[in-house]
């Protein structure tokens, strides 16, 4: 033990042989936690956990509401890709009408002075399967995966008899994307 005055080495004596000075028992400085303290931690660490876990239950709620909204967001504009190709096609068609004067004669792999309809897989992208063209009438179809389910999108011609210029118009009883909800809102 150590002298409270002096700092020297005493031994267990209660007396300071170097300065004479009586030594006083130090109350010991690791005094063992309280009770109460303890079971506030305890209660503290029960509710922080229970916070965690309704946390974690409403981030789980969010996202069973947010992820098939997202995956038919995409499937939508996945579409669009569908509907533009259509729209390649429909120079092409015009053209066609415009070479020919006769609708009949526009049909896949047809060609004429300065234009030409592909064969219909000649048109397959990533998400178009094939485009079909029978008498000016354009169908195009998406593939099976990535949330299209081979929706189909077709628009037909409507040449007007006085000036010979094309109008399209969609034929949504022939259009599967409509009720598949995948083109409504980039067409009507």
């Given amino acids: 033990m150590l002298c409270n005055n002096c700092g020297k080495e005493i031994g267990t004596d209660n007396f300071c042989p170097f300065c004479g000075a009586n ?6 400085r690791n005094k063992p936690a309280s009770s109460k303290k ?7 660490g029960i509710v922080l956990g229970v916070l965690g876990f309704i946390a974690i239950a409403v ?4 996202a069973a509401i947010a992820l098939p909204a997202y995956a038919r967001y995409m499937a939508m504009a996945r579409f669009t890709e ?3 190709a259509a729209d390649g096609v429909k120079k092409q068609v015009e053209l066609c009408f415009f070479d020919t004067e006769n609708l009949s004669k526009c049909n896949n792999s047809a060609e004429g002075k300065g234009w030409r309809i592909a064969g219909a897989n000649d048109y397959a992208t990533k998400y178009v399967a094939n485009i079909t063209v ?7 179809k998406a593939i ?5 389910q081979g929706a189909t999108f077709t628009i037909q011609p409507v040449p007007d008899k006085k000036t010979g210029v094309i109008d399209w118009q969609i034929v949504p009883e022939q259009s599967s994307c409509f009720s598949q909800d995948l083109c409504g809102h980039t067409v009507r």
């Fill in 144 to 148: 099976e995966g990535s949330g299209l």
């Fill in 82 to 84: 569908v509907t533009s």
């Fill in 23 to 28: 030594q006083t028992p130090q109350p010991s």
């Fill in 38 to 44: 303890s079971s506030t931690c305890l209660i503290v």
């Fill in 59 to 62: 981030i789980g709620i969010f």
């Fill in 134 to 140: 029978n008498k000016g009438v354009i169908t195009a």
